[in-house]
């Protein structure tokens, strides 16, 4: 009994939250301690989204936010993948570079904001930019980290094998970067056997 309570509840749960903070969204706003141009009623906020939607505006706005996504993905993440490789597998790169990309990520983003509009102006260049930082520093740490991360064993394992340039990227780095090593001693003994 006390289990189906529990359950119940953990269902319930994460519903808590959200809902009251609607209903103080609601009360405060038609009470008007929030006044209305601060934060419009949700029901005001409920016909715009029907509005937006019946004239299609809305999805416009989503292809153009869903294309800066992506392309900044595809410019921050390629950077990032790139670097974080080079990084990953030369010493003398990691030296010359990471102590500077890891100033610029312990700058915070809303800090670089007056300057990116100082020098890119509000155009998709400044967007690009943005998005492009905050998806380089994740890409460049995991991958960095995922090389820097393998069993040297199995590097010289691999290279006592015959493997070296991609064969040894595409058999022992990269799965060694994503997973355990015993999954890697199969890939490569099947791979080089």
């Known amino acids: 009994m006390k289990d189906k309570r529990k359950q119940r509840f953990y269902r319930v749960a994460p519903w808590i939250i959200p809902v ?8 405060l706003t038609t009470t008007e301690v929030i006044p209305p141009n601060v934060l419009p009623r949700p029901v005001k906020v409920i016909s715009a989204l029907i509005s ?3 004239s299609g505006e809305l999805f416009t706005h989503i292809g153009v936010s869903a294309r800066r ?10 950077i990032g993948f790139l670097l974080g490789l080079i990084n990953g597998f030369s010493r003398t790169a990691e030296k010359l570079a990471d102590s500077s990309i890891q100033m610029i990520r312990n ?11 100082i020098w890119f102006g509000i155009g998709e260049e400044a967007k690009l930019l943005l998005v492009s930082l ?3 520093f994740p890409v460049y740490l995991n ?6 991360s393998i069993d ?8 006592i094998y015959g493997l070296k340039g991609f064969s040894l990227y595409w058999n022992i780095i990269l799965p060694g970067a994503r997973r355990p090593f015993w999954s890697v001693s199969v890939t490569l003994s099947g791979s080089c056997g």
């Not at 700058?107 to 509009?117: D, F, Q, Y």
């Not at 991958?143 to 820097?148: A, E, K, L, M, Q």
Request: aromatic share 8%; proline share 6%.
């Open 20 to 27: 009251l903070a609607i209903l103080a969204w609601h009360v």
């Open 52 to 54: 937006l939607v019946q």
């Open 69 to 78: 996504a992506v392309s900044g993905f595809a410019v921050g993440g390629g």
């Open 107 to 117: 700058v915070p983003h809303l800090s670089l904001i007056p300057l990116v509009i």
């Open 134 to 136: 905050g998806v380089f």
């Open 143 to 148: 991958t960095f980290h995922g090389i820097r």
């Open 152 to 159: 040297p064993n199995l590097i010289e394992m691999g290279r």
